[in-house]
C-alpha cells in the first residue's frame, strides 16, 4: 500500500477544517472521562482502596487533568486539548500497568481505546506513533516481568470486571459519538449533495436558455476565445451578417469582426471586462462594407475566459440616414437658390380652427413670428441674413398694426381651408419702406388647431409701383383729352 493511502487511512476523521466538530466530539469524550473516573473512584474507595494507592493516583490525576482540558477547549486551543488528551492517557495507563498486572493489566486495553481517540482528533502521524509506543512498552513490560525486575500478580476478578465495565462504557460512548457524528455528517453531505445537484440542474436549465437565446435571437452573436481571438461559436443570424457559410471560420481569425489587431482593445477588454465601439465597420464575405453597434463581455466559460461579442446591424439604417442627409442638404439647396421667399410662421399657441374666423385673422397676426425661413425672404425685407430675421413678429412686418387689405387677405386664406395662392399682402422694410408681396401658404392643422403655416412670396412692388405710375398715366391724359 502507498503512503498516501496510508495517510488517508489514518487522517483525521473531520479534517482540518472542521474543527468546531472536533471541538464537540472532544467536549463529549472529556465529559464521559470525568463521569466514568469519578464513578471508577468512588468504587474503588468503597471497595477498601485508598486515596495513596498508584491506581487512585492515576485517576485522580487524570480526573484534574480533564478538567483542565475542559478549560483549554473553551480557550480554543482544540488540538492542543486533543495531543494533550491522548498523550497524558497513554502515559497515566503506562504507569497503572507498571505498577499494577503489567501485560495482564486493564490498562493496556485503553492503549487501544487511545489510539482509536487519536485517530479520530489529531492525526495519522500521532495514531502511527501511540501504536508504536504502546507495542514497545508493552514488550517492556514483558521483558521486565520475564527477567525478574517486577513481581506478576493479577487483581481479583471483580476488580477486572469493574475496570473493564469502565472501558467498554467509555468504548460504547466513543462508538455512540462516533455514529452520530458521521449521521450528521452523511446529513450534511446529503444536503450538500442535493444544493449542489440543484444547483447543476439550475446551471443546465441556464445554459438550455441562453442557448435558446443564442440560437434564436436575430442579433449577431459569437463567442471567441480571448488568448488568441479564434472564433469558438456563432449564431445564424452572425452568418448572415458575415454573408458566409456556417462553420467555414469557426475556430479560425476573422478579420471583419475580430478585434485583437488592435492591442489598445484587447488590454481594454481584458482590464475593464466590457468593451463598446457604436460604429464597428467591416467588408462581408460578399465585398460589401457593414456598420454595426459591437459590444463585447468577457466571461468565464469553465477556467477558459472568452468573449461574448454582439453585433446589431446598422448598415441599412446608417444607409437611410445619409439617404435622409443628403435629401435635406438637396431640399436646403433649393430653397436657399431659389429666388422667391420661403418661410414658416409660427405661433405663441396653436390657434383653435373652431373659433371664429375674423379671431383666427386677429391671432394669426398678433401671434403669429418667422420660425424659418431662407435668405431671399430676408433679403426682400433688408435683412443682412435670414438670421437676423427669423423671429421677427408678423405683425411688424405689417408696419406695427393690420390694415384692411392684409385683413382680408389672411380671411381669405381661412376661408379657403387654410389654403391660399396669389394673395396680395401690403408689408414694411426694415427701412420702412411700403412692399407688396404675392403670397401661396397653406396651413398646419393637427387634432383641430392651426399650428402653423407654410408659404412662399414673391415681390411684386416694382409691378406695383408700374401699375400706379400707368393709373397716373392715364387719368393725366384723360384729362388733356377732356
Known amino acids: 500500500m502507498r503512503l498516501d493511502s496510508i495517510r488517508r487511512l489514518f487522517r483525521p476523521l473531520f479534517g482540518s477544517g472542521q474543527s468546531e466538530t472536533t471541538a ?38 487524570l480526573l484534574v487533568l480533564q478538567f483542565f482540558l475542559l478549560f483549554m477547549l473553551r480557550r480554543g486551543h482544540v488540538r492542543q486539548a486533543a495531543l494533550a488528551l491522548v498523550f497524558s492517557s497513554w502515559a497515566a495507563m503506562s504507569y497503572q500497568a507498571w505498577s499494577a ?108 436558455r441562453f442557448r435558446k437565446i443564442f440560437e434564436t435571437s436575430p442579433v449577431a452573436i459569437s463567442i471567441s476565445a480571448l488568448e488568441d ?29 475580430s478585434i485583437w489587431d488592435r492591442e489598445s482593445a484587447r488590454k481594454t477588454l481584458a482590464h475593464k471586462r466590457s468593451l463598446s465601439d457604436p460604429a464597428f465597420e467591416f467588408v462581408d464575405g460578399k465585398g460589401e462594407k457593414r456598420i454595426t453597434a459591437a459590444f463585447h463581455e468577457l466571461i468565464d466559460v469553465g477556467e477558459q475566459p472568452v468573449i461574448l461579442s454582439l453585433f446589431y446591424d ?11 442627409q443628403e ?53 426682400m425685407y433688408g435683412y443682412a441674413s435670414r438670421s437676423h430675421i427669423i423671429g421677427t413678429r408678423l405683425i411688424d412686418l405689417y408696419g ?11 380671411l381669405q386664406l381661412i376661408k379657403g381651408g387654410y389654403r391660399g395662392t396669389d394673395r396680395e399682402t401690403q408689408e414694411v422694410t426694415l427701412d420702412g419702406r411700403i412692399v407688396y408681396f404675392l403670397n401661396t401658404a397653406i396651413g398646419v ?25 400707368l393709373q397716373r398715366s392715364e387719368m393725366r391724359t384723360r384729362a388733356l383729352l377732356d
Request: charged share 20%; proline share 4%.
Open 400 to 410: 406695427g398694426t393690420t390694415s384692411e387689405f392684409n385683413f382680408q387677405s389672411t
Open 101 to 208: 498486572d503489567g501485560v495482564r493489566d486493564v490498562a493496556i486495553f485503553v492503549y487501544m481505546l487511545i489510539i482509536l481517540t487519536a485517530a479520530l482528533l489529531t492525526n495519522w502521524q500521532v495514531s502511527i506513533l501511540l501504536s508504536l509506543m504502546s507495542i514497545v512498552y508493552i514488550w517492556v513490560l514483558a521483558m521486565a516481568e520475564s527477567s525478574g525486575l517486577r513481581t506478576a500478580h493479577s487483581d481479583p476478578p471483580l476488580h477486572i470486571a469493574r475496570d473493564l465495565t469502565a472501558i467498554f462504557s467509555l468504548l460504547t460512548l466513543l462508538a455512540f459519538l462516533l455514529v452520530n457524528t458521521l449521521r450528521q455528517s452523511l446529513d450534511k453531505m446529503r444536503e450538500e449533495f442535493t444544493g449542489r445537484l440543484r444547483a447543476e440542474q439550475a446551471s443546465r436549465e441556464g445554459e438550455e
Open 314 to 324: 446598422l448598415t441599412e439604417q446608417k444607409k437611410a440616414q445619409v439617404a435622409l
Open 327 to 379: 435629401s435635406e442638404e438637396k431640399y436646403r439647396n433649393f430653397v436657399e437658390s431659389s429666388i422667391q421667399g420661403i418661410w414658416f410662421l409660427g405661433f405663441d399657441e396653436p390657434i383653435p380652427t373652431g373659433l371664429p374666423p375674423e379671431e383666427q385673422v386677429r391671432l394669426i397676426h398678433q401671434t403669429g413670428y418667422i420660425q424659418d425661413c431662407n435668405e431671399a425672404l430676408a433679403r
Open 445 to 469: 392643422v393637427e387634432d383641430g388647431k392651426l399650428t402653423g403655416m407654410w408659404g412662399t412670396q414673391l415681390d411684386i412692388t416694382p409691378l406695383k409701383q408700374a401699375e400706379a405710375a
Open 229 to 257: 481571438g479564434s472564433l469558438l461559436d456563432a449564431n445564424d443570424a452572425y452568418w448572415e451578417l458575415m454573408a458566409q457559410v456556417p462553420g467555414t471560420a469557426a475556430g479560425s481569425l476573422r478579420p471583419g469582426l
Open 24 to 61: 464537540r466530539f472532544l467536549h463529549a469524550i472529556l465529559l464521559s472521562i470525568i463521569a466514568v473516573v469519578s464513578l471508577l473512584i468512588v468504587l474503588r474507595l468503597r471497595a477498601g482502596g485508598t486515596w495513596f494507592s498508584p491506581t487512585s493516583f492515576v485517576l485522580t490525576g
